[in-house]
């Protein structure tokens, strides 16, 4: 792995433990495995280093979400992938967790990325329920965003509640009784 590629991944590594200000340039450094000229050669700084650790980690999670969501089935069988793909839900959400750190909410640079991934699902989630409705699959009475606001509120509820039980059993809880209200009548 180049020192850039390990900088990146070493910066998402302790945003995701530490948060941004528990992130410093030296820890990223050691982390690495790079010294301070390497880090700074690289990227302008800590905020540019985090910008584009934030980036890759929103990319991700985009791509683990697409992979369930535009994969085949109906659009029940989509949303359920998504909900029920794996997680370490214990670890909480690498997106999610970074909207919870005021340093990274105060930069609308850092933020962005954050906020764009999150518009990304719902909308993604909003088609697809919109889709299910088409077919026959899901009431026609519910408003489409309003449902996938849900779906992405349950799954970061879900990852808060695991974590303050210290069980996952509360993500599936949430889980499993959205997929119950959300299930077509038989």
């Not at 949303?79 to 793909?85: E, Q």
């Not at 999610?96 to 640079?109: K, R």
């Not at 990325?113 to 699902?121: H, I």
Request: charged content about 20%.
């Amino acid at each position: 792995m180049s020192t850039p590629e390990r900088l990146i991944e070493s910066t998402r590594e302790l945003l995701w433990e530490r948060g941004y200000v528990g992130t410093s340039p030296r820890a990223i450094q050691q982390h690495a495995g790079a010294g301070q000229g390497s880090m700074y050669h690289h990227f302008a700084g800590k905020p540019d280093l985090a910008l584009a650790a934030i980036r890759r980690t929103a990319g991700e999670l985009r791509t683990s979400a697409e992979a369930a969501l535009g994969g085949d089935g109906s659009a029940y069988e989509r949303i359920s992938a998504y909900l029920l793909r794996e997680r370490d839900v214990l670890r909480g959400c690498p997106v999610g967790g970074l909207t919870m750190d005021p340093d990274i909410i105060a930069s609308d640079e850092l933020r962005a990325p954050l906020g764009e991934t999150l518009d990304w699902l719902h909308g993604r989630l909003a088609a697809i329920v919109q889709e299910g409705q088409e077919h026959g699959e899901f009431n026609g009475a519910l408003d489409p965003a309003q449902v996938a606001a849900t779906v992405v509120a349950t799954v970061q509820g879900g990852y808060v509640l695991a974590r303050a039980s210290g069980s996952p059993a509360a993500f599936d809880g949430a889980v499993g009784g959205l997929l119950a209200l959300l299930a077509p009548a038989a």
